[in-house]
């Protein structure tokens, strides 16, 4: 009864005609920025962060909510009529989204794709519903040592959003985590790494350094990678499919719709994580693994739920512990805090109108997104007429013009172009900007929460494992850390058992002791 009574406050937060203005405006622009390759939600985001600073806080945070799971949605399209995936997390819909496409089906793997969307992300807000008030409530017995383990484990973890390379990831975060301990000691108000220069006292500010990465970096990236897309021209019918095909989607769409959900609330993990995995989990699965590749309806219905139900999930570490699981949910992070709100375990008690609004205001964009996904399918492939080279001037200047709106700084605006170079350098040198991004935030927090451990044990470190919960965190950080060795080392030694198995037709070795001549002697 109590969560029927939070959701009925919620729905009066939500269906105020400002914050469905805002729940509208997110689905639609997050859309069209999962429909247009080379413009992610995170990119996005940074660009909008500036202009919720005049909003209320429940506002700003619908709308750029919106704006994430939005691109999920939009993002199929692409995959499917182009081959080009909109977002990261659509690459997997390609694989047999576009072959659909080209068999004349592309009607039905759109609808397959909306549909399973819009049941995952309506699973996945009940379980946010019913997972987050209880985890708020364990999370509130946690004091500074749990906190430090838990931010550590969050750490880790996040390590592996440096795509096929944990030690680029880490080393992302090994930065990201310096750069956050620029400026003044919180404590002892000392400076540090600022060379005399008084505007680095102030630390570096998450915004600029956000929309240097992701706007600049990934807008520079893209002008070289510009392609002019192909679109399929076919008739784009058969939405409805018939019975036979629905039924053999629904149970990819619940296992993905499940699966996703875990993934999601996992810091590090997230929406492309998840698809990838119920992608090869499906084809496993599948009575028919052949046509994977070839325009399986299981290879769509699958990722796209996937995918769905991990970006709603994403909001559960955010809400109820205060850690960022991906990037974007970092900025939605960095937006709560500029209109002076603290995510984490108190936020439910404290601003109930934040979290139950956003919940409802999910439902609600669900809603608005498969109305807007299917029958406007044609307006969201004529947006990719637009070249990219015309497209990225005006994201830079909407960047700059964010930057110095921030604090009306030229310097910030050169701390951008700073940023978006080294966003640049990195992306072309394969190393992700999310690690870096997310520790910078993490960083200050695991400080604070690492000196005040520490004071309150006067300076015994044992602290961190006389306590169960902070030494269980801290036990499975270490072996988050040496995972990639120990799999390694399983893999050698599982290729010295299969080398030394003689192959079918090869006479065995003989065993020691038991030569011809041992036999000759008997």
């Not at 993905?256 to 929406?271: D, E, Q, R, T």
Request: proline letters at 7%; charged letters at 10%; one cysteine or more.
């Amino acid at each position: 009864m109590e969560i029927l009574g939070s959701l009925a406050h919620g729905f009066a937060v939500a269906v105020t005609p400002v914050n469905l203005f805002y729940c509208f405006l997110g689905a639609l622009v997050g859309t069209a920025v999962g429909v247009l390759p080379g413009l992610g939600p995170p990119a996005t985001i940074a660009l909008l962060l500036p202009v919720t600073y005049g909003m209320p806080p429940t506002s700003a945070v619908i709308l750029l909510a919106g704006i994430f799971y939005g691109a999920m949605y939009g993002g199929s399209t692409t995959s499917i009529l182009l081959n080009i995936p909109g977002e990261a997390a659509s690459v997997v819909t390609c694989i047999d989204g576009y072959q659909m496409a080209r068999q004349g089906r592309a009607g039905l793997a759109l609808a397959i794709s909306a549909i399973g969307s819009f049941v995952a992300g309506s699973l996945a807000i009940v379980g946010l519903m019913l997972l987050a008030p209880p985890l708020a409530e364990f999370a509130l017995r946690f004091g500074a040592p749990e906190n430090s383990a838990l931010l550590i484990l969050g750490l880790m973890m996040v390590g592996y959003l440096g795509g096929g390379s944990m030690a680029k990831g880490l080393s992302m975060a090994a930065l990201g985590l310096l750069l956050g301990t620029v400026g003044l000691d919180p404590i002892m108000g000392s400076p540090r790494f600022t060379y005399g220069f008084f505007k680095l006292s102030e630390g570096f500010e998450f915004v600029i350094v956000a929309m240097g990465l992701f706007g600049i970096g990934e807008a520079l990236v893209n002008i070289e990678r510009s392609v002019k897309p192909e679109i399929l021209k076919a008739k784009i019918s058969g939405l409805l499919g018939s019975r036979e095909e629905w039924r053999s989607a629904s149970a990819p769409i619940a296992r993905g719709s499940l699966i996703g959900f875990l993934i999601g609330v996992l810091p590090g993990g997230g929406a492309t994580i998840s698809s990838f995995l119920i992608y090869a989990l499906e084809k496993k699965l599948s009575r028919h693994p052949e046509q994977f590749g070839r325009g399986a309806l299981e290879g769509v219905a699958a990722p796209e739920a996937g995918n769905n139900a991990a970006a709603t999930s994403s909001f559960i570490p955010l809400l109820t512990l205060g850690i960022p699981g991906n990037a974007s949910i970092a900025l939605i992070f960095a937006a709560l805090l500029i209109h002076g709100i603290r995510p984490g375990p108190l936020l439910i008690q404290e601003r109930p109108e934040i979290f139950w609004g956003l919940i409802v205001s999910m439902y609600l964009g669900n809603f608005m997104l498969l109305i807007l996904n299917l029958p406007l399918i044609r307006l969201w492939v004529s947006l990719l007429q637009v070249p990219y080279p015309l497209l990225a001037p005006l994201i830079v200047m909407f960047v700059l013009v964010g930057a110095y709106s921030v604090n009306n700084n030229a310097t910030d605006v050169g701390f951008t172009v700073i940023f978006g170079l080294l966003g640049y350098l990195m992306r072309k040198f394969q190393f992700e900007p999310a690690p870096l991004v997310l520790a910078m935030i993490l960083g200050p927090q695991l400080e604070a929460n690492l000196r005040r451990s520490l004071i309150y044990s006067h300076g015994e470190f044992m602290v961190f494992v006389e306590r169960p919960i902070a030494a269980t965190l801290l036990g499975l950080a270490v072996l988050m850390l040496l995972s990639p060795l120990v799999r390694r080392a399983l893999t050698r030694r599982l290729g010295r058992i299969l080398s030394s198995i003689p192959e079918p037709g090869t006479p065995a070795a003989p065993e020691a002791g038991f030569t011809g001549d041992h036999r000759d002697r008997a």
